[in-house]
């Protein structure tokens, strides 16, 4: 199957999904009063309970019970709090999701719309039978290694979201990323079957 010069479009139209999916988070959540307050707060509690858990962890043995009592209960305090933060959080970015999904969805309609059957590029080896179904979809033929225009489109909106992202600042400092996760059930369940793996 001839290659076109098409890919360029649809990375470039990639870009343009990605930037005006963050456009409207930002209009609509990041610059939010409630949701820099959520973030500030969310961002103070973890390094509360960091610096706690270093302390804790540093080596020195507390003097008493009386004393190691405290200092557990205020940890278990700070924890609660980032819990009840990070559920806020949670449901405040749950909009910037949507607004991800929506864009996804339409930008989705009109690639396929336009480049239904077109081999966007060639991949270097031929990937496996799950992945063929993604790289593959819409194309005519049995050449595997041939990428469909959606594909392209999906990885390159993956990346320029997340660097566009970055890039204006609305990412999360890993600690709070990590207090996202850790109270999320899904996160929780990828974790118990790593474990088990």
Known sequence: MPLTSDPFNVIAIGLAAAVFTEALAWAFVYRTS????????????????????????????AASSKAALKGNKKEKRIEDNMKSSSKEMSAARFKANIFTMVTMAVVYKLVISKWDGVAMGRLPFSPPALLQNITHRGLMGNDATDCSAMFVFATSFAFFKQNVSKALGFNLSRAATRALTANNPMANMDAAAKKYA
């Not at 706690?52 to 043995?61: F, N």
């Open 34 to 61: 409630s949701y820099r307050r959520l973030k500030e707060e969310l961002e103070r509690t973890c390094r509360k309970l960091e610096a706690i858990k270093q302390g804790s962890s540093g080596g020195v043995v």
